[in-house]
């Protein structure tokens, strides 16, 4: 474990945060204060942080430092965190000493100094921080470990930018630093003032030890996904992935998109470009209600509505073609939320503008696809790569007794590139290049099953679950879900494998004469 000792000057509220936090399992082993009347003592001691003052009183400056280094050598100490220790620090103390950190509330080297935060105000820049930087006999120079960037705004004061960058950047720098440390992320080459911070994990491209992102408030939405919630939207504008954010409202006097239309309409957005057919999506609850492909839009957009009319409406609608004058007839034949496309004819745009309601987004020129997807949580952020799988039938595995159709087999590989966007526990039936029915975010996967085949059954115009083919987004953990398959009349299965009961749930399809096969990769989506 990793041995830390404070040395603070004041309140120590960074040195309090790392106690709390043990970041990389960093201990906060004492707190060291020049001032017997620093908060900080009683605050550590309410943590059961042991403290020691060391006054200066009548010794010269470089036998005080001999009396903090015999305090330090009782603690077997790794690093020494500075915290408002505002004493300046001799190469005789320092060359002694363990390494020790200092962090200065600016982006040095910009703004040195005790009135770091005045400074910043006076030259009227948009952006500071905080540094976290190895201290040496040069106040404020030491090699940079990392920093950390916040915005100044029009109405900051020095108070309030100090709060900001304390909470907002010292708050997130100083554990990170030391946790860097405390795993071994850091290494330090060279000698006194030639030496370089070198932090291991940021040779890695996709997933760096750290993440900069400049987002813009794109608009204050009229709420969130209820009344009572605020909300905005943010856009990145280094971004160059096809998305709704940036997208233009082609009917301005509609009124503006909602925090769920977003949501929806991204999610759409991400379906259709899974296709270079002409494709077309209905969206709901960020679930698709219906898609397909075809040789022409329109024919694919008949299709995907014909899946769930009921469930569609209000609805999104997604098209990966321009949208033409026979598609948009029948997009405003049912209520519709929204309607993204990558352009539309003028016979096209004055057909939906019939429609006061529904909002017309032009995304553009279809180009690439974010390639990573984020979901932020409290207190922290989840990232991963797009699940970019795409599936042939050479990927497939048969398993069963009877072997798929050519037909089967395409069709298997389109169901699994839609239900990919389907919530878990997800069930999705197919025929040809279209859904026939949709079982969506169920925590039993034979309710899913069940519910996939009720709304093909129940809520399907002119097809039905019978002669489908069923995709499931994880393994068959029994056969109960084959079972109920075939009573609906599905006749081919494709999923994952990989259950402890993978045979049986093989042999009950070899029973009831399904045909199976095994993408040996699952395709679950959770948000």
Request: net charge negative.
């Amino acid at each position: 474990m990793t041995r830390i000792a404070g040395l603070a000057g004041n309140r120590g509220r960074n040195l309090l945060r790392i106690a709390e936090r043990e970041p990389g399992g960093a201990e906060l082993a004492v707190v060291l204060t020049d001032d017997p009347d620093a908060p900080v003592l009683d605050s550590a001691a309410e943590r059961g942080v042991p403290t020691e003052v060391v006054e200066q009183g009548d010794d010269s400056r470089e036998a005080h430092e001999r009396r903090l280094l015999d305090a330090l050598d009782g603690y077997d100490v790794d690093l020494v965190c500075l915290d408002g220790y505002m004493r300046v620090l001799t190469d005789e103390y320092l060359d002694d000493a363990p390494l020790t950190f200092n962090v200065h509330p600016s982006l040095l080297p910009a703004f040195p100094g005790a009135d770091a935060h005045e400074q910043v105000l006076d030259s009227g820049v948009s952006v500071t921080g905080c540094t976290v930087h190895i201290a040496t006999e040069e106040v404020d120079e030491g090699p940079i470990v990392t920093q950390e960037a916040v915005p100044v705004y029009a109405n900051d004061d020095a108070e309030s930018l100090k709060t900001r960058v304390l909470q907002r950047a010292e708050f997130v720098a100083y554990p990170r630093a030391v946790r860097w440390f405390a795993e071994g992320a850091i290494e330090i080459k060279g000698e006194g003032d030639d030496r370089q911070v070198r932090v291991e994990r940021d040779a890695t491209d996709d997933f760096p030890s750290r993440r900069m992102a400049t987002e813009e408030r794109g608009a204050q939405l009229r709420y969130g996904e209820n009344p009572h919630q605020a909300a905005a939207v943010y856009s990145d504008p280094t971004s160059e992935a096809t998305s709704v954010v940036d997208a233009d409202q082609l009917n301005p006097d509609a009124k503006a998109l909602s925090y769920n239309n977003y949501n929806d309409a991204d999610g759409a957005l991400g379906l259709i470009e899974e296709f270079d057919e002409p494709a077309a999506a209905v969206i709901k609850h960020t679930n698709p209600a219906g898609c397909a492909t075809a040789d022409d839009l329109a024919t694919a957009y008949e299709h995907a509505l014909a899946t769930d009319p009921m469930s569609a409406f209000g609805g999104i609608v997604a098209l990966n073609r321009e949208c033409d004058a026979a598609t948009a007839e029948q997009v405003i034949d049912s209520y519709k939320e929204v309607v993204v496309a990558p352009g539309y004819t003028d016979d096209a745009l004055s057909t939906l503008r019939e429609k006061e309601s529904l909002r017309v987004l032009d995304v553009g020129e279809f180009g690439a696809q974010a390639r990573f997807r984020e979901k932020p949580l409290a207190g922290g952020r989840l990232v991963q790569e797009r699940d970019a799988q795409v599936i042939t039938p050479d990927d497939l595995e048969v398993v069963t007794e009877r072997e798929p159709t050519d037909e089967q087999l395409e069709t298997m590989c389109f169901a699994w590139q839609v239900i990919k966007h389907v919530k878990s526990n997800a069930i999705l039936l197919a025929d040809g290049t279209e859904t026939v029915g949709v079982g969506m975010g169920q925590v039993s996967r034979v309710d899913a099953v069940r519910l996939a085949a009720m709304k093909a059954d129940e809520h399907a115009e002119g097809k039905g679950p019978e002669g489908s083919v069923l995709a499931s987004d994880a393994f068959f953990p029994f056969p109960d879900g084959i079972e109920a398959a075939a009573e609906a009349g599905v006749e081919a299965v494709v999923q994952p494998g990989g259950s402890m009961r993978d045979d049986e749930v093989v042999a009950a399809a070899d029973d009831l004469g399904l045909a199976m096969a095994h993408t040996g990769q699952r395709a679950f989506r959770h948000d």
